[in-house]
């Protein structure tokens, strides 16, 4: 008794035709791993990092702090507790604590984020060289601008303050 393979039922691979190509879906996750990335800030002798900061005073860069810098933080440095709270109050402070038991308490009222960052990834263990270049990439260097390459658009630029003339009137 002989079977009859029925082509219906047989997958095509096996019947010897070429197999439909899946389309791929990229997610993004190539950009979302180079913006985690760009800003080089890995802390391997950090254990934890707590931001305090105050609702009230100057606070702004404390407060955007953990918008700009955090993300990468978390990301570099996988084994490290990162976490932020809000405080009633007008003073910010950071606490870094490193593996070795080390605890820095930094006040960081009225500093700017990219001061922050710099002073937490010092107290963090970062080489001063490393360092040097993370803050380079955080604000690349603004060239000089040479006087002579400036050109002047419009009219709107004097050169000299206007003079103002008196007239003295005789009475």
Do not use: C
């Not at 190509?21 to 391997?44: F, H, N």
């Not at 270049?133 to 050169?159: K, Y």
């Amino acid at each position: 008794m002989r079977l009859r393979v029925d082509a219906a039922r047989v997958p095509a691979l096996a019947r010897g035709m070429a197999r439909k190509s899946k389309k791929q879906l990229d997610l993004g996750w190539d950009l979302l791993r180079a913006e985690l990335t760009r800003l080089p800030v890995p802390l391997p002798k950090l254990k934890s990092l707590a931001l305090t900061t105050g609702k009230e005073g100057p606070n702004k860069g404390a407060r955007h702090f953990p918008l700009e810098f955090f993300a990468p933080l978390r990301y570099q440095n996988p084994d490290a507790s990162i976490t932020m709270a809000a405080a009633k109050g007008s003073s910010s402070n950071i606490i870094v604590e490193l593996q070795s038991g080390e605890q820095h308490t930094l006040d960081v009222t009225g500093a700017p984020s990219t001061e922050i960052l710099r002073r937490v990834l010092e107290t963090g263990g970062m080489p001063a060289h490393d360092v040097l270049a993370t803050m380079d990439e955080l604000t690349p260097a603004v060239e000089a601008i040479d006087g002579d390459d400036l050109e002047v658009i419009g009219d709107d630029v004097a050169d000299e303050a206007p003079k103002v003339e008196a007239q003295a009137t005789a009475t």
